[in-house]
């Protein structure tokens, strides 16, 4: 197995966060009552029960590095969410930054209002 590694992110209801992720295209790997993991072929996401967690003011993030953004992007885009700054949850289209050293990503702000950064390797 290659190096890897998940990012623990909050979740205020599990039920509702395994739905928003199946239209992501993510299965259920393992589910508890205080633990979850969301499973997208080599894509790991794992969640931990956050109840009084309040969207808008999550500080919660991680970056998910895939070899083809394009198709990443298509396939989150079917899940029909807004673009509309702050909406949350939301989904940028691929950009390329000013910075030559970022490589082109996008940004899939989640229902519980953490920051997914979707990267080209």
Do not use: K, Q
Request: glycine share 6%; hydrophobic share 45%.
């Amino acid at each position: 197995m290659a190096d890897r590694i998940t990012a623990n992110l909050p979740a205020r209801d599990m039920a509702e966060t395994a739905e928003f992720y199946a239209a992501l295209g993510f299965v259920p790997g393992y589910r508890s009552d205080g633990w979850m993991i969301l499973e997208r072929g080599a894509l790991e996401l794992e969640f931990f029960h956050a109840p009084g967690l309040i969207p808008a003011e999550s500080w919660h993030s991680a970056c998910i590095r895939v070899d083809d953004l394009d198709a990443l992007y298509d396939s989150f885009a079917g899940a029909d969410l807004p673009a509309t700054p702050r909406a949350i949850p939301r989904l940028t289209p691929p950009e390329r930054l000013p910075d030559p050293e970022v490589p082109r990503l996008f940004f899939l702000v989640d229902l519980n209002g953490s920051l997914l950064r979707c990267l080209e390797n």
